[in-house]
Nanobody
Framework: QVHLVESGGGLVQAGGSLRVSCAAS????????AAWFRQAPGKEREFVAA????????TYADSVKGRFTISRDNAKNTVHLQMNSLKPEDTANYYC??????????????????WGQGTQVTVSS
């Protein structure tokens, strides 16, 4: 089984940048597609970005396209989300997810088999 641990969350001012990271253990990491989701208080968990097993394909939610970049380093078993031009509405707990196949995933939570515990990102105005 795959274990995922997020890190890098914190407090940042609007317009600033932050990078959250996900460290994976177990399995052969390049065989797993990965994604980031986020959940704000009182809201449903929502899709942010996804990346295929070798990193060639990515997709983003419209709300973050052009501001966020997902990447992965399979040699280090890590997935990253670089967040630029942050807005207060980006405030949420950010979760890393992985699925058992290496194809590009999409926005449905049930596509993903493994989840981290989240890291909090707070954007102040």
């Amino acid at each position: 089984q795959v274990h995922l641990v997020e890190s890098g969350g914190g407090l940042v001012q609007a317009g600033g940048s932050l990078r959250v990271s996900c460290a994976a253990s177990g399995g052969i990491f390049r065989n797993y597609g990965a994604a980031w989701f986020r959940q704000a208080p009182g809201k449903e968990r929502e899709f942010v970005a996804a990346i295929s097993g070798l990193g060639a394909l990515t997709t983003y939610a419209d709300s973050v396209k052009g501001r966020f970049t997902i990447s992965r380093d399979n040699a280090k078993n890590t997935v990253h989300l670089q967040m630029n031009s942050l807005k207060p509405e980006d405030t949420a707990n950010y979760y890393c997810a992985a699925k058992r196949d290496y194809g590009l995933g999409y926005f449905k939570r049930d596509e993903y088999d493994f989840w981290g515990q989240g890291t909090q990102v707070t954007v102040s105005s």
